[in-house]
């Protein structure tokens, strides 16, 4: 009888270790969806009826780590098929041109610092990066030459809000803009010096299971 007791006194606690708290366990994640360029004559889409046409899409792959429940790292590299226009004043001249980015983001978790251990976390991130750019289309204009291939340095801040499972498994929407050096576009600002891109996607992501 006392052996029994000691044995059942001697075991562990129960696991209090809440799935919802990230701290210590490594994360990936896949998203995708649609953007809108802030750039020079980028209107002229709409101006000539393809309002539509001035869309880019993307989609990214990311790997971090959660150094704390509160914050983490990730490294973030994303492919982008973008529109771009040239001077509207000799007639309309719209293009394309694909992107590689990477990016190094620092992530905070709005639920760690209030202890909340739910489904849903809203996060925001900031992060610095380069882009390369190439592959323009053959523009023929009359004034201005496309300049590439580019490299070019980047700075981005966004939001995520994310509904996680129990079993690691979560699903997200990202809100980020994005913000690139001249020449990103393959031609010379004449007004703001730097080309945005405001992104909207969605994506999935799983955290791996916690070695303790």
């Known amino acids: 009888m006392l052996l029994a007791t000691a044995s059942f006194a001697a075991r562990p606690l129960p696991d209090r270790y809440s799935p919802y708290q990230y701290g210590h ?4 994640s896949l998203q995708g969806g649609t953007a809108i360029p ?19 899409w993307h989609g990214a792959l990311s790997f ?3 150094f704390s429940d509160a914050w983490d790292m990730r490294i973030s590299g994303s492919y982008n098929y973008n529109a771009g226009a040239l001077s509207p004043y000799q007639g309309f001249y719209p293009y394309r041109f694909h992107a590689t980015h990477l990016f190094v983001d620092a992530v905070l978790n709005f639920n760690a610092l209030g202890e909340l251990n739910i489904p849903f976390s809203p996060k ?6 380069a882009a390369y750019t190439f592959g323009f289309t053959d523009v023929k204009h009359p004034y201005q030459v496309l300049d590439y291939p580019n490299l070019t340095p980047a700075i981005r801040v966004g939001a995520i809000l994310e509904y996680d499972t129990p079993g690691g498994f979560g699903i997200f929407a990202d809100l980020g803009v994005e913000a690139f050096t001249d020449w990103y576009n ?14 909207l996607s969605l994506g999935v ?5 916690l070695h303790r």
């Open 124 to 129: 925001t991130y900031a992060g610095v990066g």
């Open 186 to 199: 393959g031609h010379e600002s004449d007004k703001f010096p730097l080309e945005i891109l405001f992104k």
């Open 25 to 28: 366990r490594w994360y990936f």
């Open 64 to 66: 971090g780590y959660n």
């Open 38 to 56: 802030l750039a020079d004559h980028i209107s002229s889409y709409s101006a000539n009826g393809q309002p539509l046409g001035m869309l880019s």
């Open 205 to 209: 992501v799983y955290h791996f299971p």
